[in-house]
C-alpha cells in the first residue's frame, strides 16, 4: 500500500533513519547535502553519512552514503554531525566520530575525491577537552573560511550547566589552536525558553553584516530542545529559530550561488515502535533563507521552492487536495482546515489583530504517538507580502511561515488518505507540488549491506 506519510519533496531515505543534515556545500554548481543516516529505521545502526545532490535546491538524487564508520577506527560506532568545506577542486569533512565507552565524540576530517561522492580515512584534528575542564559534552564541529584562515567551532557543556560554543583557528585545516569560547551562557530560561545546559550543532550564519550563531539547546536529562539564535557581538539572548514541534539541528551552507541557506531535521512525531513498522523516519526541511529583525533571526522558503509548483494555483476554499500541496493565505485573518475525514482536520489560524500564528493539530487524529498539543509563533506578520502565511504539505510534515519570517514546523499523521478538503478565507490559493526525490542508486541505498569503501 502507499504510505500517504511518506513526503515527497523533503529529502528523506525510501527507508532506514534519517536525522541531523551536516555540511551543505556547493561544488561547481552542484549541492550536496550529506545527513545523518542509517539504513534500518533502528537507533542502534551505526551512524553515517547519507548523501543527496541537486542542481537547484529543491529537485534532489539520493547517492550512495559518502562515509560509512571505520571498523576499529576514530569512528567505529558512528560518523556524527559536522560539516564541510570546499578545499581546492575537493571538499573536506569536519566531523564528529563516534567510540563507545569514550568520553567525548572527537573533532575528526575526511577529505573526499574530487565529486564528493566519497570520503578518505579519518584523522582527528582538534585534541579532546582535558579532564579538569569538567566538559560533559563535546562534539559537532563547524568549520568555515576567514579570508585565508579556517575557523572552527565545537558544541559542548561544560561546569555549572554552561553551554558553550568552543572556538579553534588554523592556517592550513590540519593543525588547530584552541582560541576559548566564541560564547557561552549558563543555562537559564530566557522568553520562556530553556538555553541548555549545552549546545549542539552549532553554526554561524552572516546575516545583514552581523555573525549569528545558530545552537540545537541540549541536556543530560532530556536531550534535544529547541533550535535557538543570536548575534555573537551581544551578550547572548538566545530566540527560537522555529516554534513547531519538530526542527533541530539546523544547518548552514555559508557560500553558494544561491546566498547563504538554512537546512534543519524534521524530527518524527510518532513513537518509535511506529516508525520501526513504517520502515522509515526524518526528513530534511525545506531550505531556508534568512535575514534579521533587531536581533531575532527570521527565515522563508528560498525562492527556489517555487519551482515545485506544478500549476498556476487555484482557490483554495472548497478546493480537493492530494498529499503535496501549497497554501498561500492572503493577510486577512481565518482559519486554513485541512479535513481528512469527518472527525479529524488540521487547523493553521491567523489572528492578524493578535499578531499570531497558531497550528493546531489536536484533532487530526492518526498514529498514538503523535502530540496533539498546539503552536504558536508570535510577532508573526507584517507588511513586507502580500501573504500572511505560507502553507506546506507533505504527507505528515507541515511546515508553515508567515509574512514577518516566524516558522512552524511539524508533524500529523491522519489515518485516513487523500483526498483532503480545504475550508479557507477568500483570496487564499492552492498548488499542486512536485514529486522531487528520486535515487541514483535505489538498490544500493535500501540494502543493508550498502556501505562506502574508506
Not at 379 to 402: H, N, P, Q
Request: aromatic share 8%; proline share 7%; charged share 20%.
Amino acid at each position: 500500500m502507499h504510505d500517504h506519510h511518506l513526503p515527497q519533496f523533503h529529502v528523506r531515505l525510501p527507508r532506514g533513519y534519517l536525522n541531523d543534515p551536516n555540511g551543505p556545500v556547493e561544488l561547481g554548481g552542484t549541492t550536496h547535502l550529506y545527513f545523518q543516516s542509517r539504513s534500518y529505521a533502528e537507533i542502534a545502526v551505526p551512524v553515517e553519512w547519507g548523501h543527496a545532490t541537486s542542481e537547484d535546491l529543491v529537485h534532489w538524487t539520493l547517492q550512495r552514503p559518502a562515509m560509512s564508520p571505520v571498523p576499529g577506527g576514530l569512528d567505529s560506532d558512528g560518523c556524527w554531525s559536522g560539516n564541510t568545506v570546499v578545499d581546492g577542486e575537493s571538499v573536506r569533512a569536519f566531523y564528529s566520530g563516534k567510540v563507545e565507552q569514550r568520553p567525548y565524540q572527537s573533532v575528526l576530517t575526511a577529505v573526499s575525491d574530487r565529486d564528493g561522492a566519497n570520503f578518505g580515512p579519518p584523522v582527528q584534528v582538534v585534541d579532546d577537552p582535558a579532564p579538569e575542564e569538567g566538559v560533559t559534552m563535546f562534539r559537532d564541529p563547524f568549520v568555515w573560511r576567514d579570508g585565508s584562515r579556517w575557523r572552527m567551532v565545537v558544541g559542548a557543556a561544560g561546569p555549572d550547566n554552561t553551554a558553550s560554543m568552543r572556538q579553534y583557528c588554523s592556517e592550513d585545516g590540519s593543525s588547530w589552536v584552541f582560541e576559548g569560547d566564541l560564547a557561552r551562557l549558563p543555562r537559564t530560561e530566557f522568553d520562556g525558553i530553556d538555553t541548555g545546559e549545552g549546545w549542539e550543532c552549532p553554526q554561524l550564519i552572516a546575516v545583514d553584516g552581523r555573525e549569528i550563531a545558530i545552537v540545537s539547546s541540549w541536556s543530560h536529562e532530556h536531550g534535544p530542545g529547541a533550535v535557538l539564535a543570536f548575534p555573537i557581538d551581544a551578550s547572548p539572548a538566545p530566540r527560537r529559530v522555529d516554534d513547531g514541534h519538530n526542527f533541530y539541528a539546523a544547518s548552514v551552507m555559508r557560500e553558494s550561488s544561491y546566498g547563504q541557506v538554512l537546512f534543519g531535521w524534521i524530527t518524527e512525531g510518532r513513537s518509535a515502535a511506529e516508525w520501526q513498522t513504517a520502515g522509515w523516519a526524518g526528513a530534511i526541511s525545506l531550505p531556508r533563507r534568512a535575514w534579521l529583525d533587531g536581533d531575532q533571526l527570521c527565515s522563508e522558503p528560498h525562492p527556489a521552492v517555487a519551482r515545485l509548483r506544478v500549476d498556476s494555483g487555484r482557490p483554495a476554499s472548497g478546493a480537493t487536495v492530494g498529499a503535496q500541496v501549497e497554501i498561500m493565505v492572503p493577510a486577512v485573518s481565518g482559519t486554513v482546515r485541512l479535513q481528512y475525514d469527518e472527525g479529524h482536520w488540521l487547523d493553521i489560524v491567523v489572528d492578524l489583530d493578535a499578531d499570531t500564528l497558531t497550528l493546531d493539530r489536536s484533532a487530526a487524529g492518526g498514529e498514538s504517538g503523535a502530540r496533539a498539543e498546539t503552536a504558536t509563533s508570535t510577532r508573526a506578520f507584517s507588511d513586507r507580502t502580500d501573504w500572511a502565511a505560507r502553507i506546506f504539505l507533505d504527507g505528515s510534515v507541515v511546515e508553515v511561515f508567515t509574512s514577518a519570517g516566524r516558522s512552524i514546523t511539524s508533524r500529523v499523521y491522519p489515518t485516513t488518505p487523500p483526498p483532503w478538503h480545504v475550508h479557507a478565507p477568500a483570496g487564499a490559493v492552492v498548488w499542486d507540488l512536485a514529486r522531487s526525490i528520486s535515487s541514483a542508486h535505489e538498490r544500493e541505498i535500501v540494502r543493508v549491506e550498502a556501505v562506502t569503501v574508506r
